[in-house]
């Protein structure tokens, strides 16, 4: 006979150290989970598996191999990595686990199903760089001319801050020199959650530069600094454009 009791074991706290939570499509977030035996002998931890109130996670325990032993009065930590969805819900989650252990003699079989100390996190919606708009301050601009200024305005749609790598005006038509220079922000620039931001430029026409109208857009990336994954866009919402004269 083997009897199923609630008790013997006892989770006692979940740690993730992310206070200021983690985002959609994050991976090896480290989770330990305390668990202490108050059985009066030696029990064999069986199982230990982590619980979301919210999100879609993956999990992978790391250590230690399962069955362990615990000794009496004895807690353990049992670790384990995890891997929050691209495409996960987003809001405050409650990072909880349940156990089993056993004893063979009596046969009995230990289960606790929550801890004393949960966690909690906020899982954001991950970082996304978006090029509203390019704008020119001239409609008109001659063959040779320089220090004509251009803007860019990107946001930040997502919740979790990241990194500008690079913002790149484009143009299919005219010559370039030098080629077109970011003035500000310079790269590393971190970009907060849910906001904006102008990126300015310094453009020379070079003297054997075609004629025409030129269409200005523009591409930008960053990286997200919570789970380093890109984020970029490659085609300005709103482009603009000039004319190159003789």
Known sequence: EIRFVHGGINIEEIIANKPHGVNQGQTNIPVEVKIRNFYSDTVDLQSVELTFS??????????????????????????????????????????????????TLPALTFYDGDAQSPHQWWIRSKAQLVIDQVETEESFVNKGQTDLFVRMYVSNTGETPFSLTAAVLTSPRGLYNPPKVLQSPTPGTVIPPLSSFVATFTVNIDPLSPSGVAIIGGTASGTNTFSGAVTEDLVASITDSWTIQN
């Open 54 to 103: 919210l999100g879609n996670h993956t999990q992978v325990r790391t250590s230690p191999g399962l069955p362990t032993s615990i000794a009496a009065g004895d807690t353990i930590s049992v670790f384990f990595n995890v891997d929050v969805d691209a495409n996960s819900p987003v809001g405050t989650a409650t990072v909880d686990a349940r156990a089993t252990a056993t004893v």
